[in-house]
Structures are given as structure tokens and as C-alpha cells.
């Protein structure tokens, strides 16, 4: 096999890392707004180990089915169902036949072979080395592009990878860099978001000519945008794949908009199914999803064919307008439920985070390495099931305390 050298450090340095963003994440437990351990009062509404109730703004389970009695009757069903949580092996040896069965709803939802998983981040560590190694591009391994803002669920993964191929990190969403390295090398492999986690999209347009054009392959993690999204919840990247080819895979939450547990893998065809569970490591490990997590799965399949999905979609989508004319944001105008206030430091993200919580708001206040250096903000996302008052009265807090720390905003 053919391997690439790289020197140490080339794609992580965590002695660095941490050295630079400790003693912010200390700050932000110090103010109790990081290591929270929470009772639930009601639909996303909370109370913390410090006696502190607050509404939660920045879940990801965008349309609240985290609360659907459908999808907690369908866990707790099933569980007493089964009569077990799993079978305590790895699953292409043997699997509950109800798992098998979830995997067909779920092909049959999304108009692909699917596969799940524990999480999406164990799809993504057990798939993209093999994608890395050529074995999903005729046994030719692909450059990997990654996308310098690809979630660390996939970014983490550039040195297993490079242990297979040539990798790559290109500037965010530069299309005209990606079209170069598809001129230079016979196959490239993209790796990046739908919808990324700190806001904006993929340019999907460019990514689909360049696909048309040069034979690249596309591996997108759709998971802000799966069920959030879409006709019958199909997300952002799988609705413009007229039909999921042998050169493209989409992995997705299952524990985000869908509301139930897991990960999700949309695939081309069996044979690459059947090469992830014999050879994808982490994603086939002894652990697969358990009954009650797979009843949840089923119960919000059934929710996904019916109105009351769209209704959710239209509800999230008007809160997410109320939100925009309240408060501008660089994500203003985008359906995606994800939204960043710009700080600038850290200690003022953390500052207005720990005062939004006393004030009975939990929100994330986002520092490197999870955005760039001098990029600090607090991340809000807005659901579903939040009343217009709660959004107006959070937009209020927010304008106040950005006005009265004014004079510490670069």
C-alpha cells in the first residue's frame, strides 16, 4: 500500500489547543454555564444542580420531538417489547430483527440504502478511512478535501486518513479551489456539512457541477438539516442527489430534528453497505442501537409521512423570521434554525452566557477552537415548539446586555 508521511502535528496539536482554550471553557464552568446536570420540568424547560430554572436555546432538536409522546410511547414500547436494550455483539454478526427492520423504514423514508449507527460521528469514523483508502472509488484512493469548517466529528479523522491517501483542508465553501484540485487529480473526495454547525450551508449548486464535471465524490454531514428540512424531513443535501449514487454518502443525526438516538448513513447500494459493517470499525463496534432507541426511530418515521411533520417545519420557520427581525445575524435569511451573536472575545461570550442564564436562558457561548480565534459568540437555535413572547422577551435580554457591553466589543 501506498503511504503518505507527514510530520507530526500536521493536522492536530492539542498540547496547543488546550492551551489556548482552557482557561476560557474554565471561565465558562466557574459561571455555570458549562457542566450542567439537569432535571426536565417540561417541554425545554429545565433546572440545573444550582437551583436555576431556564429555557434551553441552543438544543438541537429543532422541532421538539425530544417531547413527542409518540416517539416516548414508541421507546417505551418497544423496549418492553423486545423484552431486551440489544444484542451484545457486533451487528453483522447478529442484530435485533427489529433493527434490521428500522433500517428498511428508514431506506424507505429517504430514498436510499440505509444504515444506522450509534452516533454520526461513528459513521464518519468508521467510513471516511475506507472512502480514504479507494475501496468506495474503483480500489483508486481519492484526495480528501476536507472543508477547513467540516464538523470534528469528520475533521478529527484527516490523519487516519492520511495514512490512505493525499489530505487536504481548503478554505470554507471555496468552490474555485476545489475545482482545482479536481483538475489536478484524477479522483477527490469532499468532505464537509449540509449545514454547519455554526451556521451557513454548503454551496450545493457548485458541489453537483462539479460532481457532473469531474467525477467528484461528495461525503456531507446533513445532520442540522435532516427532518428539520425538506419533504418528509429529507434534509438539505439529499433532496438534490435525484437518486443517491455510487459517489456520494450522506451521514446524519438521528438524535437532532428526528428526535429519537443514533446516527444515519445514506448509501448508493448494498455493497457499500455491506463493506462498512464487515470493515467500519467504530460504526460496527459490539454496541448497536438499542430497542428503545430503535422504537423512537420507528414512532418518528410514521410522524415524518404525516402533516404534523410540515406543521413543525412552518413553525420552526416562523420563529426562525421573528428571530431575524429582532436581532441581525451573519446567518439572517437562512431556514436553518442556527444562530451566532457576534462577541468578538471569549470572556464577553462567556460574560453575556452566564448572564442569559441567570436570567433564566441557557444559551452556548462558542470560543476556539470551536470558532476562530477573535470569532466568539453566543450560538442560539430556536425550535419549534418556542412561543413568539419567548423568542421577543430573549431578543430583549440579548439587545440589552450586547448594548451595556458595548464598550468591550471590538
Known amino acids: 500500500m501506498d503511504q503518505t508521511t507527514h510530520a507530526a502535528n500536521t493536522f492536530t496539536n492539542y498540547r496547543k489547543l488546550i492551551s489556548l482554550a482552557d482557561h476560557d471553557w474554565?471561565?465558562?464552568?466557574?459561571?455555570?454555564?458549562?457542566?450542567?446536570?439537569?432535571?426536565?420540568?417540561?417541554?425545554?424547560?429545565?433546572?440545573?444542580?444550582?437551583?436555576?430554572?431556564?429555557?434551553?436555546?441552543?438544543?438541537?432538536?429543532?422541532?421538539?420531538?425530544?417531547?413527542?409522546?409518540?416517539?416516548?410511547?414508541?421507546?417505551?414500547?418497544?423496549?418492553?417489547?423486545?423484552?431486551?436494550?440489544?444484542?451484545?455483539?457486533?451487528?453483522?454478526?447478529?442484530?435485533?430483527?427489529?433493527?434490521?427492520?428500522?433500517?428498511?423504514?428508514?431506506?424507505?423514508?429517504f430514498g436510499a440504502t440505509c444504515l444506522s449507527t450509534l452516533s454520526c460521528s461513528a459513521a464518519s469514523a468508521g467510513i471516511?478511512?475506507?472512502?480514504?483508502?479507494?475501496?468506495?472509488?474503483?480500489?483508486?484512493?481519492?484526495?480528501?478535501?476536507?472543508?477547513?469548517?467540516?464538523h470534528y466529528s469528520m475533521s478529527h479523522l484527516k490523519a487516519a486518513c492520511a495514512d490512505e491517501t493525499r489530505v487536504v483542508t481548503s478554505p470554507h465553501n471555496d468552490m474555485d479551489f476545489l475545482e482545482t484540485q479536481c483538475q489536478q487529480h484524477s479522483r477527490v473526495a469532499y468532505v464537509a456539512d449540509g449545514a454547519y454547525s455554526m451556521g451557513g450551508v454548503a454551496d450545493m449548486d457548485s458541489l453537483l457541477y462539479l460532481k457532473d464535471r469531474y467525477g467528484l465524490f461528495l461525503y456531507l454531514d446533513d445532520s442540522h438539516a435532516l427532518s428539520a428540512v425538506g419533504t418528509f424531513g429529507a434534509g438539505l443535501v439529499r433532496p438534490r442527489l435525484q437518486a443517491l449514487e455510487d459517489d456520494a454518502l450522506i451521514v446524519a443525526s438521528l438524535a437532532k430534528s428526528f428526535g429519537a438516538s443514533g446516527g444515519l448513513v445514506m448509501l448508493g447500494n448494498e455493497r457499500q453497505k455491506k463493506l462498512i459493517q464487515r470493515y467500519g470499525g467504530p460504526s460496527n463496534w459490539s454496541q448497536s442501537l438499542n430497542s428503545a432507541s430503535i422504537g423512537a426511530g420507528r414512532a418518528s418515521i410514521q410522524l415524518h409521512h404525516t402533516p404534523a411533520l410540515t406543521a413543525l417545519q412552518e413553525k420552526l420557520q416562523v420563529n426562525i423570521r421573528l428571530f431575524d427581525s429582532l436581532i441581525r445575524t451573519a446567518q439572517h435569511g437562512s431556514n436553518m434554525a442556527i444562530r451566532l451573536i457576534h462577541c468578538g472575545e471569549a470572556r464577553l461570550a462567556n460574560r453575556i452566557a452566564i448572564e442569559l442564564s441567570n436570567l433564566g436562558f441557557f444559551t452556548s457561548a462558542v470560543f476556539f477552537p470551536v470558532v476562530a480565534q477573535g470569532k466568539a459568540a453566543i450560538r442560539i437555535t430556536l425550535r419549534a415548539d418556542m412561543e413568539p413572547t419567548l423568542i421577543r422577551h430573549f431578543c430583549e435580554l440579548v439587545t440589552e446586555l450586547l448594548r451595556a457591553c458595548a464598550g468591550d466589543i471590538s
Open 26 to 109: 474554565e471561565t465558562a464552568e466557574a459561571g455555570k454555564v458549562a457542566g450542567l446536570n439537569v432535571d426536565i420540568r417540561s417541554s425545554n424547560r429545565m433546572v440545573d444542580q444550582h437551583g436555576r430554572a431556564f429555557h434551553h436555546f441552543c438544543t438541537t432538536s429543532y422541532l421538539g420531538l425530544d417531547h413527542h409522546p409518540d416517539l416516548l410511547d414508541g421507546a417505551m414500547t418497544t423496549l418492553w417489547e423486545t423484552g431486551t436494550l440489544r444484542i451484545a455483539n457486533a451487528k453483522n454478526r447478529c442484530k435485533l430483527a427489529i433493527l434490521d427492520q428500522y433500517e428498511t423504514e428508514l431506506s424507505a423514508l
Open 128 to 150: 471516511l478511512p475506507l472512502l480514504a483508502s479507494g475501496v468506495f472509488t474503483e480500489n483508486r484512493p481519492p484526495v480528501m478535501v476536507f472543508d477547513r469548517l467540516a
